[in-house]
């Protein structure tokens, strides 16, 4: 099988193609029988004319006739065009009296004017044959009926002559119940062919059907899927396991051995073949840049028949796709466990805040009271944590509206620059933030208070870690393509990769006192609204961006 861009799928044809397709070779395959049986019928004449008296010249006529009707009904097409079962199974049709009453007419003469007395009634065999499997049973035993009256009325007519018409009568009978016998034969044969060939066109088709659901299926497939057989050639290579190998596409054969970068597959297939089963094994394949990408293998063997070739299928997966798929089970219990106990938390802590609210009325003015401050404040802490817990917890259905994205940005961003205290006057060139929106009135897909909360949380970071200098935090809002774009920046030093690669994991901070929720939150609320957000260094390598991709009414999610 060639592995080229996808599995190789082909449609089964219809079933009225292949039962025309099997009609024409039959009835070709009687117009060359009776072709043949007319040379045959010549050749015999001319025999013997050698060896004894030479025929009558009605009969050499009649033969020769008869030949050259058949040789030319069997090479012309022009004269069969339009037979089919249909047409065969009239009387009236042409086709019916030009294959087989021409036959039961011209054997009959032939049989009842030759004067030598030669037998021809098993000539008729021929037109009952074709009848029986051609024609229906009512019209192929009717044929075989003709055939025998044929012969009856020979049998008599040598009652005119004076001659003893026992032995004919006798004859004719037993040739008349032989051919209403291969009738019946031959038509039982023929229904029962014709069902097992309806019957193995249909296993045919659920087969192909079968196949061709199979291969979209393995198609579609994240884990990469190869058949090799034992000399190492690959038989079959969904497109998952090409962008795993680096496969070239076009490729129509490839060769394990035939690449360098591709030993370590061929010596983890070798070993499964000398173990004579299946393993699973890691493995580490160069790429262009030096670095290696690091293979889960999964090799099993496909049954193996009498005279089959033993074939290889290897799954192949990338490890780095599986730790994440690993890590985002873990994330996922743990967020159900979170939640749980964030649910617990909350009303032990609404306690304590109460009863430190109490106690703080009696320690004024006293060296407890800043005790009574520091117990507020982390009480004040640990609420923001049990909401943000709450806030992501699994099962939460998202409300998802049309919004005017322009005038919530503007809003919460002006209610978040005089909380912080960064307005510098009524231009505010002076001012560490600046604003920038495309035009009024954006429309996107989201919650209004969860887009809030996103932005504020990035807003916090950004400050957090900007410069101090004029326009160091930055968020512009813009159209980009079918969807929105909302951009904060923060100018400053890059994000390190040890930290970069750990920037949306829950409870992953820089700071002491950091819950390591906020990056998370902002990911989880984007991705139950179907928007994206991503971290990226701005094009001119001066500050850091987190970008929304926001899905408009007309978009399509944007998660990926």
Not at 466 to 474: L, N
Request: proline share 4%; with cysteine; net charge neutral.
């Amino acid at each position: 099988m060639a592995a080229d861009a996808s599995w190789f799928v082909e449609s089964p044809p219809a079933e009225p193609t292949e039962s025309s397709a099997s009609f024409d070779r039959l009835y070709r395959a009687f117009l060359a029988a009776r072709a043949a049986l007319g040379l045959a019928l010549i050749g015999a004449q001319l025999i013997a004319s050698v060896l004894a008296a030479p025929p009558a010249r009605s009969t050499m006529g009649l033969s020769a006739s008869y030949a050259v009707a058949a040789v030319a009904l069997w090479l012309l097409p022009q004269l069969r065009r339009g037979a089919s079962a249909r047409s065969l199974a009239r009387v009236s049709s042409p086709h019916w009296w030009s294959a087989i009453g021409v036959d039961l007419i011209l054997f009959g003469v032939l049989h009842a004017l030759d004067p030598s007395g030669v037998n021809y009634g098993a000539l008729f065999v021929m037109p009952v044959l074709m009848a029986a499997v051609l024609s229906p049973r009512r019209l192929a035993l009717a044929t075989a009926a003709m055939a025998t009256l044929g012969l009856l009325a020979a049998a008599g007519g040598s009652l005119l002559l004076g001659v003893d018409i026992g032995v004919k009568t006798t004859q004719a009978g037993l040739v008349g119940g032989g051919l209403f016998a291969v009738s019946l034969l031959a038509g039982e044969l023929s229904a029962r062919l014709a069902r097992e060939e309806k019957a193995a066109r249909g296993s045919l088709a659920l087969a192909r059907q079968q196949e061709l659901l199979n291969r979209l299926v393995i198609d579609e497939m994240q884990e990469g899927v190869l058949v090799v057989d034992r000399r190492g050639r690959v038989r079959a290579m969904n497109p998952a396991a090409r962008a795993l190998l680096g496969a070239a596409s076009g490729e129509l054969s490839w060769q394990l051995r035939g690449r360098p970068d591709w030993q370590p597959l061929v010596q983890a297939l070798e070993r499964a073949y000398a173990g004579g089963s299946g393993v699973e094994i890691d493995v580490a394949l160069p790429l262009e840049n030096g670095v290696n990408r690091s293979l889960r293998l999964r090799l099993r063997f496909t049954r193996q028949r009498e005279g089959s070739e033993e074939l290889c299928v290897l799954f192949v997966e990338d490890n780095r796709e599986l730790l994440a798929r690993t890590r985002q089970e873990k994330l996922a219990a743990m967020g159900r466990v979170s939640a749980g106990i964030a649910h617990e938390i909350r009303n032990p802590l609404a306690a304590i805040a109460q009863a430190n609210a109490l106690l703080a009325e009696d320690v004024v003015g006293t060296r407890a009271e800043q005790l009574s401050k520091m117990v507020a404040s982390n009480v004040q802490r640990l609420k923001r944590l049990v909401d943000d817990v709450t806030e992501v917890a699994p099962g939460v259905q998202p409300d998802t509206q049309v919004l005017d994205v322009s005038e919530l940005v503007h809003e919460t961003c002006v209610d978040w620059v005089l909380v912080n205290g960064l307005d510098a006057g009524a231009d505010g060139r002076g001012s560490r933030f600046r604003l920038q929106i495309e035009a009024p009135g954006l429309m996107a897909l989201f919650d209004p208070e969860h887009l809030r909360r996103v932005l504020v949380n990035l807003l916090d970071n950004a400050l957090r870690h900007a410069d101090d200098g004029a326009g160091a935090v930055r968020v512009n809002l813009a159209a980009d393509g079918d969807a929105l774009a909302l951009v904060v920046r923060s100018a400053g030093a890059p994000v390190p990769p040890d930290v970069e690669r750990h920037l949306f994991e829950p409870f992953f901070s820089t700071r002491s006192r950091g819950s390591g929720l906020g990056l998370y939150i902002c990911r989880e609320l984007c991705e139950r609204h179907g928007a994206r957000i991503e971290y990226r260094r701005a094009h001119d390598a001066a500050a850091n961006e987190f970008c929304l991709h926001l899905r408009t009414p007309t978009s399509t999610p944007l998660i990926r």
